[in-house]
């Protein structure tokens, strides 16, 4: 079999040629991120409206709001007079909580959580509860009140917890063990 000059030419010259970009079919405006964004900011809204409605109707608790998007209230105070710290990154500190609806409804009653240990900033925790423990002192028992985006926002908890639920934790900080002292006990 003999191969005409002519389509070696051509297989030479098309097998040469640079590689084209491929451009999408459809091209998005970036609309869907707008719509999330507007979607998002009328849900954080709602939601604070929501608590603030609660925390209305519950005059005898003297709630404090947090630089982090939620609000508090302290069950048992440490007196400020007592030397007496917040944890720092690292500290491993020793907690019991427990979580309810905004109503008051259990949804993990106390006890039902087992006491947990937790290094500061070093391993998983909800953002909400993991801002609020660096707020308390040993022997404080506070209650939080979370928006869903600094609780278990749009995914839930996947057990006991929905969608963009926002709960009601009430905390009790046992322990603050240094950083120093738990490099020395590894």
Same mark, same amino acid.
Request: charged share 25%; proline share 7%; net charge positive.
């Given at each position: 079999m003999k191969i005409k000059p002519v389509f070696l030419l051509f297989l030479i010259f098309a !097998?040469? %040629? #640079?590689? @084209? +970009?491929?451009?999408?079919?459809?091209? #998005?405006? &970036? #609309?869907? =991120?707008? @719509? #999330?964004?507007a979607r998002n900011k009328k849900l954080v809204a709602k939601e604070e409206a929501y608590i603030e409605d609660i925390m209305g109707k519950n005059p005898d608790n003297d709630y404090l709001s947090s630089a982090d998007g939620f609000w508090y209230f302290y069950n048992k105070k440490v007196n400020d007079s007592i030397d007496s710290r917040t944890p720092e990154f690292g500290d491993v500190v020793v907690f019991d909580y427990s979580i309810s609806t905004m109503e008051g409804e259990p949804i993990y009653a106390e006890g039902e959580k087992?006491?947990? @240990?937790? +290094? =500061?900033?070093?391993? %998983?925790?909800?953002?909400?509860?993991?801002?609020?423990l660096k707020l308390m002192k040993e022997g404080e028992?506070?209650?939080?009140?979370?928006?869903?985006? %600094? !609780?278990? &926002?749009?995914? &839930?908890? %996947?057990?006991?917890? &929905?969608?963009?639920?926002? =709960?009601? +934790?009430k905390v009790t900080l046992h322990d603050i063990k240094e950083e120093s002292n738990n490099e020395t006990q590894n």
């Open positions: !097998a040469c %040629k #640079s590689p @084209e +970009a491929r451009y999408p079919v459809t091209q #998005s405006s &970036g #609309s869907y =991120i707008d @719509e #999330s964004v087992p006491t947990r @240990e937790y +290094a =500061i900033d070093r391993e %998983k925790l909800f953002s909400g509860l993991r801002q609020g028992t506070v209650t939080f009140l979370f928006p869903s985006y %600094k !609780a278990f &926002g749009y995914y &839930g908890d %996947k057990e006991k917890i &929905g969608t963009n639920v926002p =709960i009601s +934790a």
